[in-house]
C-alpha cells in the first residue's frame, strides 16, 4: 500500500504542475444562457485522472459539485444501445459530426435523422428511446446509469433543472421538429423534462474520472466493480465521443489530442484513454464553442506529454502508466 503511494507520487506531481499553470489562465466566460449556469464560481478548477484499474488523483477543486451537462449525452446514447441494440438507435440519431453549435436546429436532409447523439438535437431523440412504464420510471433508470458509472447515488440539481425547463424554448423548437418527422415519439414534454434532468444531474470531476475509468475499462466501474453498460456498446459510445464529442471543435480534437471525450457548458470534461484511464476537468469559464478553456488546455498538454492521441503507433498508456507506476516493468 505505501510503496503504491509513493509509486504514484510523480503523476499527482505533474496533476499539480497542471493545475498550477493553468490556473492563472482567465480566457473564457461561464455560460449564462441558462440563468442558474450564471452562478458557476469562474475560479473553480479540479482535475482528476482514475486508472482503468481503479487508482485514483485528484488536485483543485476535485469535490466541487457541478452539473453535468452535456457530458451526459454520451451515456445516454449507450443506454439507448443497451435499451434498443445498435440499429433501431441509428435509425432515430446518425454518427456524423454537424460542424455546428451544439444547439443548431438542424436535422440530415435525407434522412430527417438528427445528426448525432452529441448535439441537443440527437441528445433528446435518445432521451426519448429510454425506455420505462412511465416518467418516473424512465427518470430512475436514467439515474441509475449514471449512479453505475459514478459509483454512488446520483441526483439532480432542482434549481438548475427549473432554470432549464424555463428557458429550454430552443430544446423544445428542436423537439417538435423531430417529432414533426416521426424522429421521437409523441410525448414531447415528458422527455425534454427527462432531457433538461439529465442536464441537471450533479457530478463532480473525480465523478467524471471514474466515469471515464469504467468505460476505459470496458465498461466495468473500476471502483466499484460493477458493470455500467454492455461491453458490445463501449466502442460505439467511445467512437461517437471521438467524432462529434467536443461540438463544432470536435474535429480539431480528434487531430490534436485524440482521445474520446465530451465537454458540457457546466464546465466539465470527460476524457477516456481506452484501457488505460479516464481523465475528468471541472473549470466554468467557456470557449466561444462551449468547451472549458482550462479543460481543452489540460487535456492538451496530457495528450502531448503522453502521447495519448490513440492513433499514435504504439500509442497511449505506457509512457502515462510508467509515471504512475515507476518500475513497473520489473522494478
Ligand atoms: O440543452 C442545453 O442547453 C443544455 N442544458 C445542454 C448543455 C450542454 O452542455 C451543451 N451541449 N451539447
Not at 496533476?15 to 441558462?34: F, M, N, P, S, W
Not at 444531474?201 to 473525480?206: F, G
Request: charge should be negative; include cysteine; glycine fraction near 12%.
Amino acid at each position: 500500500m505505501s510503496k503504491m503511494k509513493s509509486a504514484a507520487a510523480p503523476f499527482r506531481a505533474t496533476l499539480q504542475e497542471l493545475h498550477r499553470k493553468y490556473a492563472t489562465v482567465a480566457d473564457g466566460r461561464v455560460a449564462t444562457y441558462i440563468p442558474e449556469l450564471a452562478t458557476a464560481d469562474p475560479a473553480g478548477f479540479g482535475i482528476s485522472v482514475v486508472t482503468a484499474d481503479g487508482l485514483r488523483f485528484d488536485v483543485g477543486d476535485a469535490e466541487r459539485l457541478f452539473s453535468i451537462q452535456s457530458v451526459s449525452k454520451p451515456f445516454v446514447f449507450g443506454l439507448a444501445l443497451e435499451d434498443h441494440g445498435r440499429e433501431r438507435v441509428l435509425a432515430k440519431v446518425g454518427v456524423e459530426p454537424t460542424g455546428e453549435a451544439f444547439n443548431a436546429i438542424v436535422l440530415d436532409e435525407a434522412t430527417n435523422r438528427p445528426f448525432n447523439p452529441m448535439v441537443n438535437a440527437g441528445a433528446i431523440a435518445t432521451t426519448d428511446l429510454i425506455r420505462g412504464e412511465d416518467h418516473a420510471d424512465r427518470f430512475k433508470r436514467l439515474l441509475a446509469m449514471l449512479g453505475r458509472y459514478v459509483g454512488r447515488e446520483v441526483f439532480v440539481d432542482s434549481a438548475t433543472f427549473l432554470s432549464e425547463r424555463a428557458t429550454g424554448h430552443r430544446n423544445r423548437a428542436i423537439a417538435h421538429l423531430m417529432l414533426n418527422f416521426g424522429m421521437i415519439e409523441d410525448r414531447v414534454d415528458e422527455t425534454l423534462e427527462l432531457y433538461f434532468q439529465q442536464c441537471s444531474a450533479l457530478v463532480d470531476c473525480r465523478d467524471l474520472a471514474v466515469m471515464g475509468a469504467t468505460l476505459a475499462n470496458g465498461g466495468v466501474n473500476p471502483l466499484t466493480g460493477e458493470r455500467a453498460i454492455e461491453a458490445r456498446y463501449v466502442k460505439d459510445v467511445l467512437s461517437i465521443m471521438l467524432s462529434c464529442g467536443i461540438y463544432d471543435f470536435a474535429g480539431e480534437w480528434a487531430f490534436r489530442i485524440g482521445i474520446p471525450a465530451k465537454s458540457g457548458v457546466g464546465g466539465g470534461i470527460v476524457a477516456v484513454i481506452p484501457g488505460v484511464a479516464g481523465i475528468g476537468v471541472y473549470s466554468p469559464p467557456l470557449d466561444e464553442r462551449g468547451n472549458s478553456v482550462r479543460g481543452v488546455l489540460v487535456c492538451k498538454e496530457l495528450s502531448e506529454r503522453f502521447g495519448l492521441h490513440i492513433l499514435e503507433a504504439g500509442h497511449a498508456g505506457p509512457a502515462l502508466l510508467d509515471e504512475i507506476r515507476p518500475g513497473r516493468r520489473g522494478g
